[in-house]
């Protein structure tokens, strides 16, 4: 039996779980006997399942999907809608994270794309990876207060920092001059550092021609094309 006063040293070292774990035992009713390193090791099984727990909780919350309850099983190729099966199961595994890869997902709205990229996002969270979810007008928001309130620095190194970006409405109005260059600079500090989910209707080749400023749109186009798996989602109807 484990005193009060170890219970709460444990709790006070941030150990909750195994204190979790020794009151539970307190509690039950049954008779088997435990060795003392068996009890050592399930005590810290314990606490290993509840911090992993905690950390994909606070990750699926810090994440701010959209559709937070987004999943790949979930996904289904229903009649009248067409998807790359072979290409998401694929990304689900997460090969195009460590390899800081982005990806492209084309489709006319209700095609599924934002479902798509938040069910990915998921995964990333359940494989304990950073994951942040914006539309493309917030993020341009998120830049420009902090250019005005002299915090972008702090606000591009989060930015870049997070391991997958999901971007939704990728290109659905024009970028001004000032965020094309705000984008050149958050692709290019996270260019093969770092993974990006792009949600767009329309096809890459038509990118460039919604920039006025030519040069940074060539750049912009070349770092996400040439490093990035593209699929188009299409449906007769509205999903």
């Known amino acids: 039996m484990i005193d009060i006063e170890t219970l709460t040293r444990l709790k006070t070292m941030r150990l909750s779980g195994m204190a979790e774990y020794f009151e539970n035992l307190a ?43 987004a999943e790949i099983t979930e996904l289904k190729a229903l009649p009248g809608r067409r998807m790359d099966t072979e290409l998401i199961g694929r990304l689900a595994v997460g090969t195009y994270l460590a390899k800081h890869q982005d990806v492209i997902l084309q489709g006319p709205t209700g095609a599924g794309k934002t479902y ?33 309130t002299g915090d972008k620095k702090r606000c591009l190194d989060t930015l870049v920092k997070v391991e997958l970006l999901i971007i939704d409405d990728w290109f659905l109005t024009p970028p001004t001059r000032p965020q094309v260059q705000q984008l050149h600079t958050l692709i290019d500090r996270r260019h093969k550092t770092a993974s990006t989910i792009y949600c767009t209707q329309l096809p890459p080749g038509q990118w460039h021609d919604r920039m006025e400023e030519k040069i940074l749109a060539d750049a912009i186009v070349d770092r996400i094309t040439t490093n990035a798996h593209a699929t188009v989602l299409d449906c007769d109807d509205s999903m």
């Not at 314990?46 to 992993?52: C, D, G, I, S």
């Not at 998921?122 to 917030?138: I, M």
Request: hydrophobic residues 35%.
């Open 27 to 69: 509690d039950t009713t049954t008779t088997i006997t435990l060795s003392g390193p068996e009890l050592v090791k399930q005590a810290v099984d314990w606490e290993y399942e509840r911090r992993r727990d905690s950390k994909l909780h606070r990750l699926r919350r810090q994440a701010c999907l959209a559709q937070p309850g």
């Open 116 to 148: 798509l990229a938040c069910a990915l996002g998921n995964k990333a969270c359940q494989q304990y990876r950073t994951v942040l979810y914006l539309p493309a007008g917030e993020l341009f928001d998120r830049i420009t207060i902090a250019e005005r």
